[in-house]
């Protein structure tokens, strides 16, 4: 059965796909922590996301086409989630959320310098980081040009918390 939306406007339509307490932070799981599997991603919340929450929003997430669930090749009781297109045409949204919350909240630095690299390398970044999740994700052949913003992004996260066990 189809759901009904409460209006055509495009900001409804999409709050109600992501705009759950949950949603975005299994996307930003999958696009920043590189998180494929239940388990992995059930483990890495830093939010502490209950299981039945996690298995319904990777549900949702798919009806909503924003992930595909596919058997892993490498464990035959396992699957992998991966996002689609429309799940990585997010970036510049995250990006933003995260741009918003880095000045206005009190984010760690740790867990805000992807959002700061993010704000300062603005769309040529996102779209290079783009293409990292569909090289990732969707099987994409990489540009040979193509810097690993992800790579970027992970190593600089690592440098933070390096930082602060040391503080």
């Known amino acids: 059965m189809a759901e ?10 999409t709050v109600e796909v992501i705009g759950d307490k ?6 930003r799981d999958m696009m920043f922590g590189n998180r494929r599997h239940f388990r992995e991603l059930l483990a890495g919340s ?3 996301i209950a299981s039945n929450i996690l298995a319904d929003r990777l549900q949702r997430l798919s009806d909503a086409g924003l992930v595909t669930r596919a058997p892993d090749p490498t464990h035959k009781q396992k699957v992998v ?3 689609t297109e429309p799940a990585i045409q997010l970036v510049p949204v ?3 959320l995260g741009s918003w919350g880095r000045r206005h909240r009190p984010a760690s ?5 992807r959002a700061e690299l993010l704000e300062r390398g603005g769309s040529e970044m996102w779209d290079a980081l783009m293409d990292d999740l569909r090289v990732q994700h969707l099987g994409a052949t990489p540009k040979p040009e193509a810097r690993s913003v992800l790579g970027e992004l992970t190593a600089a996260y690592l440098a933070e918390v390096q930082a602060r066990r040391t503080v």
């Open 22 to 27: 949950w949603s975005l932070l299994v996307l």
């Open 46 to 48: 830093e939010e502490g």
């Open 94 to 96: 995250m990006a933003a």
């Open 109 to 113: 630095r740790e867990l805000s310098i």
């Open 4 to 13: 009904m939306q409460r209006s055509g406007c495009p900001i409804n339509l």
């Open 81 to 83: 989630y991966s996002l």
